[in-house]
T-cell receptor, first 110, second 114 residues
Framework: DAKTTQPTSMDCAEGRAANLPCNHSTISGNEYVYWYRQIHSQGPQYIIHGLKNNETNEMASLIITEDRKSSTLILPHATLRDTAVYYCIVSRGTASKLTFGTGTRLQVTL | DTEVTQTPKHLVMGMTNKKSLKCEQHMGHRAMYWYKQKAKKPPELMFVYSYEKLSINESVPSRFSPECPNSSLLNLHLHALQPEDSALYLC?????????????FGEGSRLTVL
């Protein structure tokens, strides 16, 4: 599975959009981009995933560049409850081999 | 029911003890997973069960022994652990091993080995 690069940490003001970038320059054509988050001391929570097209659900939007070498997770109106570690994972679509990287620690502040 | 339930939430054991962690799901999922997470590190895959059969063992020491008695239940038997095995143990499930969607995680069992 392709490796990902994420910033170690980011801050976001409550109510503003949080844009979390992820680089996956070695992604191959059949690999999906997954996003999970982990709030302190809880299990990881699935957010969204996509292959080529941009995706949106009730939690977030996923924007994948045309060359698929990078993506951005957007939380449209961040709240304090969104403070967590966000993991970008690239996988061939077999959930059995999700390999977590170090992730981005997002701190949402008042 | 969209939950993965793990028990116990906390466990303290000595190096000579035998204990077990339990994971249960009632979503009809046929793939179940154990992950280990050390403090301030990302989760690491340990085992994958597919249709109640062990399909992936990520070179985990034999002092960790997984068991899948039925499609809803996953156990992790612990014996002769070391203090460095102290970690959060996470269970997850998915509809099948080739699923392209999400993994459903439990809240974890926090293990301390004295």
């Amino acid at each position: 599975d392709a490796k990902t690069t994420q910033p170690t940490s980011m801050d976001c003001a409550e109510g503003r959009a949080a844009n979390l970038p992820c680089n996956h320059s070695t992604i191959s054509g059949n690999e999906y981009v997954y996003w999970y988050r982990q709030i302190h001391s809880q299990g990881p929570q699935y957010i969204i995933h996509g292959l080529k097209n941009n995706e949106t659900n009730e939690m977030a939007s996923l924007i994948i560049t045309e060359d698929r070498k990078s993506s951005t997770l957007i939380l449209p109106h961040a709240t304090l409850r969104d403070t967590a570690v966000y993991y970008c994972i690239v996988s061939r679509g077999t959930a059995s081999k999700l390999t977590f990287g170090t992730g981005t620690r997002l701190q949402v502040t008042l | 029911d969209t939950e993965v339930t793990q028990t116990p939430k906390h466990l303290v054991m000595g190096m000579t003890n035998k204990k077990s962690l339990k994971c249960e799901q009632h979503m009809g999922h046929r793939a179940m997973y154990w992950y280990k997470q050390k403090a301030k590190k990302p989760p690491e895959l340990m085992f994958v069960y597919s249709y109640e059969k062990l399909s992936i063992n990520e070179s985990v020491p034999s002092r960790f022994s997984p068991e899948c008695p039925n499609s809803s239940l996953l156990n992790l038997h612990l014996h002769a652990l070391q203090p460095e095995d102290s970690a959060l143990y996470l269970c997850a499930s998915s509809p099948g091993p080739s699923n392209t969607g999400e993994l459903f995680f439990g809240e974890g069992s926090r293990l301390t080995v004295l």
